[in-house]
């Protein structure tokens, strides 16, 4: 049983603020991702859940009790981190058990915990191996044992993968989604890496200069994401943004001008903004399609870049230089052509001038 809850968290660096009212309530055996871009503060706030920072103002409670002025080794919680240092003179047997040595576990137990976190890592064969005859990745889920071994009630990983190469970081997020179902304990992740975000977790915290912008599950954020901000950040390719005035607002949703298409009404659920504001329309990339029927958004093709499953077509439109569209398959278009590209109304994505999303309507039926 661990529970995680942040109340009111502010932590300032002299005088510079660099978390802002942080407050969240994480589940027992939830793995909650904390996301977002270099400097928004994930590291912060996860050296604060472990206690190796302190906050300036706010609450951490670990199972409902406020652990914030309590010392890391009472609070039941593990860290692993991006730069995992193993003893490069210890086998691999050695380096699991040394958080066993240190609080002196009896020689039985510790053999039988150290088999059981080898055997959940998959490292039984590699015992009496040095840390220097393995893998990366090998070493990152040593660097995982020595803190399994520890049992803890949280487990805390600072982006443990980026060290790792593209093909071994996919093998090893499959490796902790299982070690997570298999451990059946509560976990936060850090990373800025928004595919590892969505791949893994069971609720996505989204950072931005230290602030909260949503926090939900995957599907939720990519779906309805509640500012610009989220919108950007989760999906790849990323969402596209054209700028248009709001024409009118009504219980329908907002109509405007669209590029070429002129005008449109978008289905979404109307928040106050006046006749003529300029409104933020997103659309995603892979909710584009080649027009049928010759009309629909004109995209001058720049670049293209064949995936064999799709085709990642970039290219301006209007006044907006790098637009993209994913179409399916091995698609029937050449660089410097002129496509139409089709979306749906409800595809669509309004924001208003502040970065504040207007909710959609239409929800993809897998989210009724
Ligand atoms: N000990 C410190 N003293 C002063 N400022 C700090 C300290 N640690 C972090 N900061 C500042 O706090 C902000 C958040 O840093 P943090 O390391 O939490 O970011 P991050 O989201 O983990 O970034 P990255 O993805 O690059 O690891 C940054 O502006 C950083 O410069
Ligand atoms: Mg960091």
Redesign the pocket.
């Known amino acids: 049983m661990a529970t995680v809850s942040l109340k009111s968290i502010n932590k300032w660096?002299?005088s510079?603020q660099?978390l802002y009212d942080i407050s969240i309530d994480i589940e027992d055996k939830e793995f909650v991702v904390f996301v977002?871009?270099?400097?928004?503060?994930?590291?912060?706030?996860?050296?604060i859940v472990a206690g190796l920072?302190d906050v300036s103002s706010g609450e951490v409670e670990i199972d409902g009790i406020d652990v914030s002025s309590a010392h890391p080794i009472e609070r039941g919680i593990s860290m692993v981190f991006?730069s995992y240092a193993l003893y490069p003179h210890l086998s691999v047997f050695e380096n699991i058990a040394f958080p066993l040595r240190v609080a002196k576990t009896p020689k039985a137990k510790l053999q039988e915990m150290v088999m059981r976190a080898a055997d959940i890592l998959r490292l039984t064969d590699r015992l009496e191996h040095k840390p220097g005859q393995l893998s990366g990745g090998q070493r990152q889920r040593v660097a995982i044992g020595r803190s399994i071994v520890r049992q803890p009630k949280v487990f805390l990983f600072?982006?443990p993968l980026s060290n790792l190469d593209a093909a071994l970081r996919g093998e090893m997020r499959v490796e902790l989604s299982k070690l997570h179902k298999s451990l059946n304990a509560t976990m936060i992740y850090?990373t800025?890496d928004q595919v590892e975000a969505m791949t893994m977790a069971d609720r996505i915290m989204v950072?931005s200069e230290?602030k909260l912008e949503q926090f939900g599950t995957p599907m939720d954020l990519y779906h309805h994401p509640k500012t610009k901000f989220v919108a950007g950040f989760i999906g790849h390719p990323k969402m596209n943004f054209l700028t248009a005035s709001c024409l009118s607002i009504d219980s329908d949703g907002v109509k405007v001008e669209l590029p070429a298409i002129g005008k449109q009404l978008l289905p979404v659920e109307p928040i106050k903004v006046n006749q003529g504001e300029e409104l933020e329309v997103g659309v995603r990339p892979e909710d584009l399609m080649l027009s049928e029927t010759g009309k629909g958004l004109p995209l001058k093709v720049d670049v293209l870049e064949r995936l064999g499953g799709s085709t990642l077509v970039y290219g301006s439109l209007d006044k907006y230089p790098n637009f993209c569209a994913m179409l399916q398959g091995d698609a029937n278009v050449r660089e410097g052509e002129l496509v139409n590209l089709d979306v749906k109304p409800a595809s669509f994505h309004v924001f208003d001038s502040n970065g504040n999303a207007m909710k959609r309507r239409e929800v993809p039926e897998i989210l009724k």
Do not use: Y
């Open positions: 660096f002299d510079s660099v977002g871009p270099s400097g928004c503060g994930k590291t912060t706030l996860l050296r920072e991006q600072d982006e850090v800025h950072l230290g």
